[in-house]
């Protein structure tokens, strides 16, 4: 069988550090990036990563967005590694370079998946759940805190139509990472936004590292009702618990405590002391965050199926007033935030 040619779309920290995995895996791998800079040293000096095993710089062929209409070339398998709300301008962009056997993998936090399916079909498309802890503030430099060894993807077709791609699609992932493939993507996807429900805003309103708002007064028994809020939504819409993170133990709680032992797992497993969420992260870079799509969308399929969401609404609104400006994160708002989730649940009641 030829070797795949492999498009990475969105070569961010988390893009990056599985471009420069797979390269140095000696597959043929193309990053595709939006920040001009980031390109540019990338093509000049490579892509350095520096994680717990130590510093390393990868050779790796990067391009602009711009330049996808140059390409000639057809890829066998694309993984989109965009913010959320960035998924379906980034398949569309790269719908025409896939080969007509290729297949598109969402590598992302969120639900994105029936985006993905809408662009390029779900006959070659495959959802993923990913795991690892990456920042990157310097072009051409990830702060990779979790390396292969402690990344961990959750792979599947989310409706069958896709399953001849999975394992294909795994061998090549797993120079990233561990990979475990699942038949219940869809289910596993939401459970991860469970604990991205609890963990994103809480720690990103506050400005805080996520060990240091988990530890602030308070916090973690907010950000715990957040992630049942997001729990129950996703048992509405048919999801079940999974296991995640490569542990069986977690689909052995119940629904009061699996929530919980979401966000247990991903502090034990991938929250160093200078961990900072993905959302807080876009927030110092000054972009928007993907609390519309992870919280957010809690909140309008808690609205579209009769079940109340105050927690997250009001993590929603905090989020809002902070990327229009009207609001700063940090310290400042534990008490407010404390307060206005309290009067919301007490007003459901």
């Known amino acids: 069988m030829a070797e795949p040619r492999i498009a990475v779309v969105g070569a961010g920290a988390n893009g990056a550090s599985i471009g420069a995995d797979l390269t140095r895996a000696g597959r043929d791998v193309t990053l595709i990036e939006q920040w001009p800079a980031h390109v540019e040293a990338m093509r000049r000096a490579g892509i350095r990563i520096n994680q717990p095993s130590g510093a390393r710089t ?30 379906r301008w980034s398949c569309e962009l790269i719908a025409p370079r896939v080969a007509p056997d290729g297949v598109v993998v969402g590598l992302q936090n969120g639900i994105t998946t029936d985006d993905i399916a809408s662009v390029v079909g779900a006959e070659r498309s495959l959802g993923a759940v990913i795991e690892i802890a990456a920042n990157m503030f310097k072009p051409g430099v990830v702060e990779r805190q979790t390396g292969p060894e ?10 069958g139509a896709s399953a001849t791609h ?14 475990e493939v699942t038949e219940d993507i869809n289910s596993a996807k939401w459970m991860k936004l469970v604990g ?28 715990d009702a957040a992630g049942r ?45 200078d961990t900072r969420v993905a959302l807080l992260q876009d927030w110092v870079k000054g972009r928007r965050g993907e609390g ?53 649940r007490a007003a459901c009641v």
């Open 58 to 87: 990868t050779a790796v062929r990067a391009l602009h967005v711009c330049e996808v209409a140059t390409l000639r070339e057809m890829f066998d398998i694309v993984f989109i590694v965009v913010k959320a709300y960035d998924t």
């Open 150 to 159: 402690a990344t961990w993807f959750n792979l599947g077709s989310p409706d």
């Open 166 to 179: 999975v394992e294909p699609v795994a061998a090549v992932l797993r120079a990233a990472g561990a990979v």
């Open 196 to 223: 991205n429900a609890a963990e994103f805003l809480p720690s990103a309103i506050l400005d805080l590292t996520l060990v240091d708002a988990m530890r602030t007064p308070g916090i973690r028994e907010l950000a």
């Open 229 to 273: 809020e997001a729990f129950a939504v996703g048992l509405a819409r048919g999801h079940r618990m999974v296991p995640l993170f490569g542990s069986a133990d977690l689909e052995q709680h119940g629904a009061e405590t699996y929530s919980v032992a979401v966000l247990d797992a991903i502090l034990d497993g991938w929250s160093l002391p």
């Open 292 to 344: 519309e799509d992870i919280n957010g969308l809690v909140v309008t399929e808690g609205a579209r199926l009769g079940i109340a969401t105050p927690v997250n609404e009001v993590l929603v609104d905090f989020s809002r007033r902070i990327e229009r400006g009207a609001l700063t994160r940090g310290l400042a708002n534990v008490e407010p935030l404390i307060a206005a989730a309290r009067d919301a």
